[in-house]
């Protein structure tokens, strides 16, 4: 008690943190004379000499591995601007199926006839070998050697993540088994990327358009987080153990005003922001916009967007620089998507569109009629995709903390359906109704010229309900959760679209050689994929009941929990696709459904655990003193004649939601206990029957805090951990 106090003495008197930031006037220029300073980037690094720039550029487009040379030329160069910055370590840096990044970080200290010398090798550079078998494999050791490499990936900038006493060299590279084996994020991303390129590539040639040789996916993800005093986290059991309080009783004020969206920033929010803009810009993240989300403590940042690896990879340094410099004001970041049940979770909206390398969007409505064709058949391909493959991109998002908040009252559902807005959406009905098709001179209709102008209108009142969003000139993929690795869902959509490319190929081959024009021969293909996919359109609420009903009836897979999404990939006829593009092999795909399934499963039980441990340590305890207390009060009833009915009233009340508690907490302790072998199983045991069981005793708990006095109830609350900054 004398604690929680103490912690909101903490929580309102901490000091303001500044730091010297080199500001505009007197350094000569704000961000752009810092952006960057901690990354080496051989694309505009001033000392990598114009042929080895180019010869790097050139081994990225053809996927070629880099000579031993030139490997020779990097390593000097980027060892050179190491040691310049005070690095006395390297690390390769990767996403192991774990979703977050690992690091083995080796001194560039070595003996040469006992004298200690800095050195750093081509091969140091190119290649590492941390130990497999501690990562998820996924089972890989039965069928491949325990082995894992890292192998430098040439297209993402190297990075210094900086300490008080010494600094790192971060490498960043692709994690793989001994015979190539992805053991990782990254590597299937790169595979999907490349497929993708190839068939648009292949795609835009047969329209004519010759000159594109590389098509990249841009990547913009917005990032959510809740900020929290790091007094109140630390004394939060649930927080610290899994990233979510598993109880707490809502409070009478939250997000019903709306008052905190996009209100003014707290000073010392406003304060850690500009921290965390100066390293990220350091560090080569383009971190753009920030603003208070809708929740009571919850904040957004989002970057500019870059091609997917290195947007994937500038993600995963945000998340652990939001986290690393929060630390310094003394707050507690929480990535967890929902960490707060009752309130809004956090997701990371996924903005993606492809680009050529001569610069066209191709997400980006023109008011060219003939450019319009070729947007709206790269539109019906990308519908076609998606519903071809909602399955599977709900598999892609699929996460314990996700589960929460997908289906939840401000998260887009399990069912994946793709928004288009009005004028977008009238035009895919008019194709699919052939409307201006009736006739053969429909192809000179200015079709949409008009109308696509009205796009932007439409983007001003988009659907903030849909898990997939047309919001002017790029897709939304809104479903993603605050702390995944946005690698994975990239993967599956950018597979999912390359696979409707490619027989979009053979379709326009078609069209062309019945001769057709270019204009008609894309307006057949966005009629024939409007036709099979019109059903995953939706521009409706997707919150509302109705559409659940509704998207059943049209065939949409609604995979509600993690459990079921996951077993996907189980079936090769739902995985065959990313196989037979090369993304991920069968036993790649084996190994992620056994690594994914255990981390559900392992993480459900550290929660469980918790919980049991919250009501046994905190919730009783409290419940008990109160109890206590009032039955000594009434206690003196009979002494003194005074009428003690309320607190008979409430000291029943009380034990029968102890009674419940303890009950349904050796319900949930003995399933834990009684586990049967079968993986798929017991995540279906958790997902169907014991996470609605955690969620009731959490309520039980909540209806206890309401009651016991605050100076007894021995956990930090929603108070505490949403306005106390
Ligand atoms: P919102 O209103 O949804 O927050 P923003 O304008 O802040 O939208 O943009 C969100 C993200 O979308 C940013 O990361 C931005 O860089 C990115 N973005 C903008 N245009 C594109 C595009 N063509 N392709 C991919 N991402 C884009
Ligand atoms: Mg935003």
Redesign the pocket.
């Known amino acids: 008690m004398n604690e929680i106090i103490s912690n909101r003495d903490r929580a309102l008197s901490r000091p303001s943190r500044k730091i010297s930031i080199p500001s505009g006037q007197k350094e000569g220029g704000a961000a752009s004379s810092y952006y960057g300073s901690l990354t080496f980037d051989y694309r505009t690094q001033k000392n990598v000499p114009a042929k080895l720039k180019k010869e790097l550029d050139e081994l990225i487009i053809s996927q070629k591995p880099i000579s031993p040379v030139q490997a020779e030329q990097m390593a000097e160069l980027v060892y050179d601007w190491a040691i310049k910055n005070g690095c006395t370590h390297f690390c390769h840096w990767f996403q192991p199926l774990t979703g977050s990044t690992a690091e083995k970080h080796d001194g560039f200290i070595d003996l040469r006839g006992g004298k200690a010398v800095e050195k750093f090798s081509a091969g140091e550079l190119s290649q590492g070998e941390p130990d497999a078998s501690s990562f998820p494999n996924g089972g890989s050791r039965s069928t491949f050697e325990a082995r894992g490499y890292t192998t430098w990936d040439i297209s993402s900038p190297f990075f210094i993540i900086e300490g008080l006493n010494g600094s790192t060299l971060c490498i960043p590279t692709a994690f793989v088994a001994y015979h190539g084996e992805a053991l990782d994020i990254k590597t299937p991303l790169l595979r999907a990327n490349n497929v993708l390129s190839k068939e648009v590539t292949k795609f835009l040639h047969l329209i004519g358009k010759k000159d594109v040789n590389h098509v990249s996916v841009?990547?913009?993800?917005?990032q959510e987080y809740f900020l929290v005093d790091r007094a109140f986290y630390y004394s939060r059991p649930d927080l610290v153990m899994t990233g979510k309080t598993l109880l707490g009783k809502g409070t009478s004020k939250n997000q019903q005003l709306d008052d905190h969206y996009f209100g003014s920033i707290p000073q010392r929010v406003k304060n850690f922001m500009d921290e965390l803009n100066y390293e990220l810009h350091r560090l080569g993240v383009p971190a753009?916009?920030q603003h208070n989300e809708v929740a009571p403590g919850q904040f957004?940042i989002?970057?500019?967007?870059e091609d997917a690896n290195r947007a994937a990879d500038h993600n995963q340094i945000m998340m652990s620089t939001i986290e690393r410099v929060a630390e310094r004001h003394d707050l507690k970041a929480l990535l967890h998507e929902k960490p707060f049940p009752g309130i809004n979770g956090s997701g990371k909206?996924v903005?993606?569109?492809m680009?050529t390398d001569i610069g066209e969007?191709l997400?980006?409505p023109s008011e060219m009629p003939h450019q319009n064709f070729q947007f709206l058949a790269v539109v019906s391909i990308i519908l076609e995709a998606v519903h071809r493959r909602a399955d599977m991109m709900r598999m892609s998002i699929a996460s314990h903390g996700n589960d929460h908040r997908l289906g939840a009252n401000e998260a887009p559902p399990s069912i994946i359906s793709v928004f288009l807005g009005d004028a977008l959406g009238q035009i895919f009905e008019d194709i699919k109704n052939g409307v201006s098709l009736s006739d053969s001179s429909g192809i000179d209709i200015d079709l949409g010229a008009t109308q696509l102008a009205g796009l932007s209108r439409d983007n001003t009142d988009r659907n903030r309900t849909s898990p997939f969003a047309f919001?002017?000139?790029?897709f939304?993929f809104r479903a993603v959760g605050s702390s995944h690795a946005i690698g994975l869902p990239l993967t599956i959509l950018n597979g999912a679209v390359a696979e409707v490319f490619k027989e979009s190929s053979v379709l326009i081959e078609g069209y062309l050689s019945s001769g057709q024009s270019i204009p008609e021969a894309l307006l057949s293909l966005s009629k024939h994929w409007t036709e099979k996919a019109y059903p995953v359109i939706f521009n409706g609420d997707n919150y509302s009941d109705d559409w659940v009903q509704e998207a059943a009836k049209r065939g949409l897979p609604n995979l509600k929990t993690s459990a079921d999404a996951l077993g996907l990939l189980k079936d090769s006829s739902k995985t065959k696709f990313l196989s037979d593009l090369k993304i991920l092999n069968p036993d790649e795909i084996q190994m992620r459904y056994n690594a994914f399934l255990e981390k559900y499963i392992t993480c459900r039980q550290i929660e469980f655990d918790s919980l049991i441990h919250l009501v046994n340590q905190h919730v009783l305890p409290s419940a008990i003193e109160y109890k206590n207390q009032l039955v000594q009060t009434m206690h003196l009833s009979n002494d003194t004649g005074v009428n003690f009915d309320v607190e008979k009233e409430i000291c029943a009340k009380l034990t029968e939601l102890m009674k419940e508690v303890s009950g349904c907490t050796l319900i949930l302790h003995n399933h834990l206990s009684s586990f049967n072998h079968d993986e798929q199983k017991i995540a279906e045991e958790i997902a169907n029957t014991l996470v609605p069981l955690a969620e009731k005793i959490g309520e039980k708990c909540n209806a206890m805090e309401g009651m016991v006095p605050s100076r007894m109830w021995s956990l930090p609350t929603y108070l505490d951990l949403l306005f106390l900054r």
Request: charged residues 20%.
């Open positions: 841009c990547v913009g993800p917005e753009k916009t957004e989002a970057p500019i967007f909206h903005n993606w569109s680009a969007n997400l980006s919001t002017g000139n790029k939304e």
